[in-house]
């Protein structure tokens, strides 16, 4: 059984990801970090040097291989905009839980200031990063479980909460 943890950037994917995969004493894997050691270059580095399209093809190539070769439970922390590529989406629904870390847009607008190095927030102004967020969260709202992570709980008990609601 894989689980798929999703949400937009700065709402703790990567931590909370962390957090239930030690909880359910199953493996975690970040995919933006698997990419970055399969393709020996950070994200931003991939962004600068071949676009987001290009990022996009190489994201979904190690998202279906991930999908692949994991055949044990597994936690996998999505990038901000994998779900909401088509392919993605229905790869990722048909394959495991897809668990959306809702946060408003106010919480993500503070917690994007600690993330500079994100290839996003680098390029895009504070609007056109709202538009992006509001743009996304159909897709993120597609997801089998939901659970809000602005509501002050410790990525801990957040994750404990997703057990719960997984039903694992």
């Known amino acids: 059984m894989l689980f798929f943890v999703t949400g937009f950037m700065g ?4 931590t909370i990801g962390n957090q239930l995969a030690q909880i359910l004493q199953v493996s975690f894997v970040d995919l933006d970090q698997f990419i970055e050691r399969k393709e020996e270059k ?8 071949l676009g987001e399209e290009e990022f996009r093809l190489l994201e979904r ?15 996998i922390a999505l990038g901000g905009g994998t779900i909401c590529h088509l392919h993605n989406h229905i790869d990722i629904l048909q394959n495991g839980i897809c668990i959306y870390l809702k946060t408003d847009w106010l919480t993500i607008k503070e917690n994007l200031k600690k ?26 709202e597609l997801s089998q479980v939901e659970t809000l992570t602005n ?17 694992r």
């Not at 950070?42 to 040097?49: A, P, Y």
């Not at 190539?61 to 936690?75: A, F, G, P, Q």
């Not at 993330?115 to 993120?140: D, G, M, T, W």
């Not at 509501?151 to 039903?167: C, D, I, R, W």
Request: charged share 30%.
């Open 11 to 14: 709402v703790g994917k990567t």
């Open 42 to 49: 950070s994200i931003s580095d991939i962004f600068e040097e």
């Open 61 to 75: 190539k190690h998202l279906l291989s991930l999908i692949k070769k994991t055949e044990t439970r597994t936690v």
């Open 115 to 140: 993330l500079k190095n994100r290839p996003l927030i680098q390029q895009k102004s504070e609007n056109e990063l709202a538009l992006l967020y509001h743009k996304r969260v159909p897709f993120y």
């Open 151 to 167: 509501t002050g709980f410790e990525a801990k008990k957040v994750a404990e909460s997703l057990k719960l609601l997984t039903n």
